[in-house]
């Protein structure tokens, strides 16, 4: 005749399952922190530091998303960069990126509208780098849509 569960022997399997289950989501941290760090990412600059300061003090968050969190209202971010063609044409893509952020609001009656921002030109030109640094994350086909 067998005999059911122990009580040694459940406790057995929940320190042995708790043990495992610990270790491997420390090995499954470790390895999503270092491929955020050496595959996922460029290297931080002060400047993209900076417009990632001016990205949250102007709380442009709580209109757009940037790779897929924030509020759906406005456009997705991190993309920009590509969609304003940054990779062929950098210069031209920042120069569209200023003029446009620097004509909002527009005017439009009837269209959601941006809210005028008084951004200097470094933190203009910071935000742009922050932007290009965002667009340069390796996001695995996210989001789904060019236009985000």
């Given at each position: 005749?067998?005999?059911?569960?122990?009580?040694?022997?459940?406790?057995?399997?929940?320190?042995?399952?708790?043990?495992?289950?610990?270790?491997?989501?420390?090995?499954?941290?470790?390895?999503?922190?270092?491929?955020?760090?050496?595959?996922?990412?460029?290297?931080?600059?002060?400047?993209?530091?900076?417009?990632k300061?001016?990205?949250?003090?102007?709380?442009?968050?709580?209109?757009?998303?940037?790779?897929?969190?924030?509020?759906?209202?406005?456009?997705?971010?991190?993309?920009?960069?590509?969609?304003?063609?940054?990779?062929?044409n950098?210069?031209?893509?920042?120069?569209?990126?200023?003029?446009?952020?620097?004509?909002?609001?527009?005017?439009?009656?009837?269209?959601?509208?941006?809210?005028?921002?008084?951004?200097?030109?470094?933190?203009?030109a910071?935000?742009?780098?922050?932007?290009?640094?965002?667009?340069?994350?390796?996001?695995?086909?996210?989001?789904?849509?060019?236009?985000?």
């Amino acid at each position: 005749m067998t005999e059911g569960l122990t009580k040694a022997a459940a406790r057995n399997i929940f320190y042995g399952g708790s043990l495992f289950f610990f270790l491997l989501f420390a090995a499954l941290t470790a390895h999503s922190h270092f491929y955020i760090v050496n595959t996922s990412t460029q290297p931080l600059t002060d400047s993209v530091r900076l417009g990632k300061h001016v990205w949250e003090e102007h709380n442009c968050i709580n209109c757009h998303t940037i790779l897929g969190e924030g509020s759906y209202f406005a456009p997705e971010i991190g993309n920009v960069w590509t969609r304003f063609g940054g990779h062929s044409n950098p210069e031209g893509a920042r120069m569209a990126l200023k003029a446009w952020m620097n004509a909002q609001p527009t005017g439009a009656p009837g269209r959601r509208q941006m809210p005028a921002h008084d951004i200097n030109d470094e933190e203009m030109a910071a935000l742009i780098d922050f932007l290009e640094w965002t667009d340069s994350i390796n996001t695995q086909g996210w989001p789904p849509h060019p236009a985000g």
